[in-house]
């Protein structure tokens, strides 16, 4: 299935996730969720629906207690708010399971990113440790026990060469 929103654009994409929290349609929801953009974009829309929610909870709560009126009038927006407020919890339940389905998925996404992260920049310091190391060997410079023990921890980092290529930022 196709989606008809961008991946860049928050509010369609809030606005299609909420239709697919109410009426559910499974091809949709694979479309949502296939790939690590739209995945993302999906998580991050149902997030910004329930916090929504929330704020509009508060507000008519707030909106309810300021009621000022007939004692009539009164009882029926206490019953026209307990009607929504049924309805937007339902709606906010059923958000909230679709988003902690996600929540796996989206954390082994950031911790990927922050793994490849955390290798370049271990592979930039390698790199600069050995450019160190040649500059002393080459420049007639005498070793120290600190260069010593400094080489000797490089030479110890597993998968991590002079040879090793800076991996390529990736942004997931």
Not at 25 to 53: H, N, S
Not at 84 to 110: D, H, I
Request: aromatic share 6%; with cysteine; proline share 6%.
């Amino acid at each position: 299935m196709r989606l008809f929103y961008a991946v860049d654009d928050d509010r369609a994409a809030m606005t299609a996730v909420g239709k697919e929290v109410n009426h559910p349609d499974p091809a949709r929801w694979l479309a949502m969720t296939a790939d690590d953009e739209r995945l993302r974009q999906t998580y991050r829309a149902l997030g910004l629906l329930i916090k929504r929610a929330e704020v509009s909870f508060v507000q008519r709560k707030a909106d309810l207690r300021a009621f000022r009126g007939p004692r009539n009038d009164y009882h029926q927006a206490a019953a026209e708010y307990e009607a929504w407020k049924s309805r937007t919890l339902y709606f906010v339940n059923r958000a909230c399971e679709r988003r902690n389905s996600l929540t796996p998925r989206v954390r082994r996404l950031n911790e990927t990113h922050i793994i490849r992260e955390l290798k370049a920049a271990l592979g930039t310091l390698a790199r600069a440790v050995t450019d160190h190391r040649d500059a002393i060997r080459t420049g007639g410079r005498e070793e120290t026990p600190t260069d010593r023990m400094l080489w000797l921890q490089l030479d110890h980092l597993p998968h991590v060469t002079r040879e090793d290529p800076a991996p390529s930022p990736q942004t997931p």
